[in-house]
């Protein structure tokens, strides 16, 4: 039993309650930001048991397949191919999720059956891509320190994604690791990305203090590449669409 969750676009509450939701019952959902919206492509490439759940402002909830798909989802449960999934099965998970989503509790009779339908781990068969290449299932992070330079390098690459986002940070020891997030998230490639600000908040977790405001340190970083009394501007952003080595031997 499997979940994957597609945001809304532009970033909402909900988007984060849904996901905490279901984390917090022991499921580790995928997050797709791309094709939430895409019915055709939804309807090709989920073949195996799957229900979609359409959720309104309100928390109504419909469930259809994905022939019967009007408009697109807030989330899919799914299973592997050759799995069955019975329509009191299917029941149960809907109670579950409803039950969930408004705080209400949840019978044993229908725990049983949850527990039973977690043991249903489904495989990337479920989702038909053909002639995909092999890409990275998760965001792939690497750094490099110049330290004779004062320059941190930092390249990220997305999930299911091949091209490196590479950045410099320059007076490194002066300026830590904030420039990272601003310079990711003045480009568009992030900063229109729920999923990718996710990643972000991560890193800021591992190298920060404190609440990661990207939009305010932004704009702080904008203003100090302007030029004002007494004061040399910064450099703009460096990021660049070729991988860490590459920016490495560029630099040398």
Known sequence: MKFNIFPDVPDSQRNSFFIKLIENEGFVPLVDAIHGHDLNWLQNNFKGPHRFYCIDEHGYVETFVAQNLPKPPQWVVYFNQDQIITDFEWEQIQVYLINLMHGNGISERTKRCIQRLKDYVATPDVLYQPEQPNLPQYYEFNSRVLEDRDIAIFEI?????????????????????????????????????????QFLMKLWHEFMKGPMDLDEMLKEATEACYPGEDYIPIAEPEVYTKSLMHVVQQLQ
Request: glycine content about 4%; proline content about 5%.
């Open 157 to 197: 690459t997305k999930a299911n994604g091949t091209t490196p986002y590479t950045t410099i940070v320059r007076n490194f020891s002066v300026r830590g690791y904030k420039p990272l997030f601003t310079n990711y998230f003045a480009c568009n490639a992030f900063k229109n990305d729920f999923i990718a600000i």
